[in-house]
């Protein structure tokens, strides 16, 4: 149900002149959710470049806030800028991506607008006037929704609640405003970026995940070659990245991505709380884990017995097989 006539502001995060994918699922959910009313978007960069792709993913209006030095987050500098901007909206909702800079900026808004924060929410809903939003609560292992009485209700959504539409034809209005000065704290001296995959967790669709079951490092190595068969990204539990088996930019579950891909390979997770909240949206979980009675076999659409060292180079072998006979 939409509540009709509400604003819903979204912080919007862009990159090489786009609104990131997650900003433009929430940019699909507010303007579900907002029904006729409007949909705004607060956007920090170094230009207007991402303006018109905010408007065709669903955005009435935006907020521009021109900033030197590129469109990376920086706290100090987009604070004033969110507070100012969502007091001259008055919306009755703002929502952030649940990323680092969102999950950084949210709480802080939220203080200095006097309301209250809703983090890492996997839904929200709408009725009689308030948003609900539910969220994972006790490391995973319960969910709960909740309301928030002060207005505006501030909010960090996961990826895979709102849906991505984009209409090349729409049309908004951008509305310009004066950077003010802010003295920071702290500077950027330098940028290095991670080599990764071509294609991110988040945008993976199908992505072959270990965990602490997989004993150590070279179990990765592993499902690097099943990956290679699948065309599919490697992730990865909590553990295995707090042990150094492997990249922290690997990690899905509460703390870490959250991944909606069409096929979630789950090999040496037993399923806890923490890591479900992070893939439990996969269109299909296939588990390999050794302890028949473990968690992942309740949220897994397929489940395999085994130990992983003897099926899944057979399972990668298989497979590579069955693309082989269909090129010959």
Not at 164 to 172: H, I, Y
Not at 183 to 208: N, P
């Amino acid at each position: 149900m939409a509540i009709p006539k509400t604003s819903i502001l979204v912080v919007a995060e862009a990159h090489d002149g786009a609104g990131s994918a997650l900003t433009r699922e929430l940019l699909g959910l507010a303007r579900d959710l907002a029904g006729s009313g409007e949909v705004a978007a607060l956007l920090i960069a170094s230009g207007a470049q991402a303006c018109p792709d905010l408007i065709a993913h669903g955005a009435d209006r935006v907020y521009l806030c021109e900033q030197e030095g590129g469109d990376e987050y920086e706290g100090e500098r987009w604070l004033p800028q969110a507070q100012r901007v969502a007091r001259e909206a008055a919306p009755l909702a703002i929502f952030a991506g649940h990323t680092p800079a969102g999950a950084d900026l949210a709480p802080r808004l939220a203080f200095r607008l006097d309301s209250a924060v809703a983090t890492g929410c996997f839904g929200v809903t709408a009725g009689d006037g308030k948003f609900l939003f539910t969220r994972a609560c006790y490391g995973g292992n319960l969910r709960e929704t909740i309301s928030i009485e002060s207005a505006p209700a501030v909010a960090t959504i996961r990826a895979g609640v709102g849906i991505a539409r984009v209409d090349p034809a729409r049309r908004g209005e951008i509305v310009r405003n004066a950077v003010e000065g802010v003295t920071s704290r702290t500077r950027v001296v330098a940028r290095e970026r991670e080599l990764s995959a071509a294609t991110s967790l988040e945008d993976a669709r199908v992505i072959v995940a270990g965990g602490r079951g997989l004993e150590g490092p070279d179990g990765f190595r592993v499902l690097e070659e099943l990956a290679q068969v699948l065309g599919a990204v490697v992730g990865s539990s909590r553990v295995p990245c707090d042990l150094g088996w492997c990249p922290h930019s690997w990690q899905i579950g509460l703390t870490g991505k959250t991944v909606t891909p069409e096929l979630y390979f789950a090999v040496g997770i037993s399923g806890a709380g923490h890591h479900m909240a992070g893939c439990g949206n996969a269109k299909t979980i296939v588990a390999i884990y050794t302890d028949p009675q473990a968690a992942i076999f309740r949220e897994a659409r397929f489940g395999v017995v085994a130990d992983y060292r003897k099926l899944v180079p057979a399972l990668a072998q298989a497979i590579s097989k069955l693309d082989e006979g269909k090129t010959t």
